[in-house]
């Protein structure tokens, strides 16, 4: 279960984080996963190396100083409004579900290595587990590879064939 997340306002203190190395380039925050990115694109690499992409639509990553938040839709084409009052059918609302990866909550990093901690996400199951990431940054572009997920019960719901999930992003601010 690939998931993503809306932003939530938390006022707890964040978790000691640690920065991955970076050049010197005078200006580059301290943290560069620090801001506001765009997804560009979305990859599935299978246990053998064959590679599916992921149309997305829309997204909204944002990392701040030990919390994130992960919001992107996705499928074979744009999302649509629901037909009549707004409020859609089951139906819809069922279709729409399954086009959307929703969650946010603290993370850490060590080197190369990011680790997410869903405190609310689209799966209520996910709340509570953990992500498991490697991740560069280069200039404006943000490579994240989802190596495994694990629900708030220690399952593997990811990742255990050897499968990843590649995303490009692109800083927005």
């Known amino acids: ?3 993503i997340l809306a932003i939530v306002g938390l006022s707890c203190s964040p978790p000691v984080t640690e920065s991955a190395p970076t ?3 005078g200006s580059a925050p301290a943290n560069p996963l620090q801001g506001v990115w765009h997804i560009e694109s979305v990859e599935r690499v299978g246990p053998e190396g064959d590679r599916t992409p992921s149309p997305t639509y829309g997204s909204l990553v944002i990392f701040t100083e030990g919390y994130y938040s992960f919001a992107n839709t996705y499928g074979e084409t744009p999302r649509l ?4 009052s707004g409020d859609g059918t089951v139906e819809e609302k069922v279709a729409a579900f399954d086009t959307i990866t929703v969650n946010t909550g603290t993370y ?3 080197g190369s290595s990011l680790t997410t901690h869903p405190m609310a ?3 209520q199951s996910y709340a509570g587990g953990r992500g498991e990431y490697e991740w560069n940054v280069e ?3 943000l ?3 989802l190596k495994q997920e694990f629900l708030a019960d220690g399952v ?3 990742g255990t064939d050897g499968s990843e999930w590649n995303f490009t992003l692109t800083r927005l601010e």
């Open 1 to 3: 279960m690939l998931t």
């Open 156 to 158: 593997a719901s990811f």
């Open 81 to 84: 409004p629901f037909e009549g």
């Open 23 to 25: 050049e010197d380039t």
């Open 108 to 110: 850490e990093v060590d």
């Open 121 to 123: 996400a689209r799966y």
């Open 143 to 145: 490579q994240l590879t």
């Open 139 to 141: 200039g404006n572009t």
